[in-house]
């Protein structure tokens, strides 16, 4: 079975830092893309940032230039260093992997729980 588990959110006043991480845990043979989606009140989820195999990253506009995605592939553990964070960086942030179980089976998609990220003014 395996698991995907966030942490690493909290309150942090504008222009302040914060670093979530996400670990994949349990038995599969690889995981093909792996990032982060967040969800504000009254506001559909969006794509924040995405790190695929091979490095390819794909990042949401609002957060270019201000956040930075990176992985521990040893650890399976993917991180988003954010920075310059703004008011409306608020959120819950999910973690979401691509992992296949078996090399000859499409990937499944797993979400972890989501953690709060909370920018003041």
């Known amino acids: 079975q395996v698991h995907v588990v966030e942490s690493g959110g909290g309150l942090v006043q504008a222009g302040g830092s914060l670093r979530l991480s996400c670990a994949a845990s349990?038995?599969?043979?690889?995981?093909?893309?792996m990032g982060w989606y967040r969800q504000a009140p009254g506001k559909q989820r969006e794509l924040v940032a995405m790190l695929m195999t091979g490095g390819t990253t794909n990042y949401a506009d609002s957060v270019k230039g201000r956040f930075t995605i990176s992985r521990d592939n040893a650890k399976n553990t993917v991180f988003l260093q954010m920075d310059s964070l703004k008011p409306d960086d608020t959120a819950v942030y999910y973690c979401n992997a691509d992992i296949m179980l078996t090399p000859r089976v499409p990937a499944n998609n797993y979400w972890g729980q989501g953690t709060q990220v909370t920018v003041s003014s």
């Open positions: 349990g038995t599969f043979f690889s995981i093909n893309a």
